[in-house]
């Protein structure tokens, strides 16, 4: 059974920093790529960060390069995101998401992230 579970979102100022962890089942660790994605009000979901289940190789959209860091504890089964010199403009619900390739089939519940400016 797959499972992802989300936590670590909050309120934070603008400049701040928030960390986000998804807990996840030990087949979908080992099994599939893992990534967190996020949708803003109005806004359509967008991968923010990806990690590779084989070599552990990371991407990042461009509006969060330099500021956010995906990775991983094997021994914890869990995926980190690691979110430095927040902007207004990351405020959304943060997802983890589990896939093949780059097509993601399993979600998380989702964790609110807002930035005050």
């Known amino acids: 059974q797959v499972q992802l579970v989300e936590s670590g979102g909050g309120l934070v100022q603008a400049g701040g920093s928030l960390r986000l962890s998804c807990a996840v089942s030990?087949?979908?660790?080992?099994?599939?790529?893992l990534a967190w994605f996020r949708q803003a009000p109005g806004k359509v979901r967008e991968i923010v960060a990806r990690i590779s289940r084989t070599s552990g190789s990371t991407g990042y959209a461009d509006s969060v390069k330099g500021r956010f860091t995906i990775s991983r504890d094997s021994a914890k089964n869990t995926v980190y995101l690691q979110m430095n010199r927040l902007k207004p403009e990351d405020t959304g619900v943060y997802y983890c998401?589990?896939?093949?390739?780059?097509?993601?089939?399993?979600w998380g519940q989702g964790t609110q992230v807002t930035v005050s400016s």
């Open positions: 030990e087949r979908t660790f080992t099994s599939f790529n």
């Open positions: 998401a589990a896939g093949q390739s780059l097509t993601y089939g399993y």
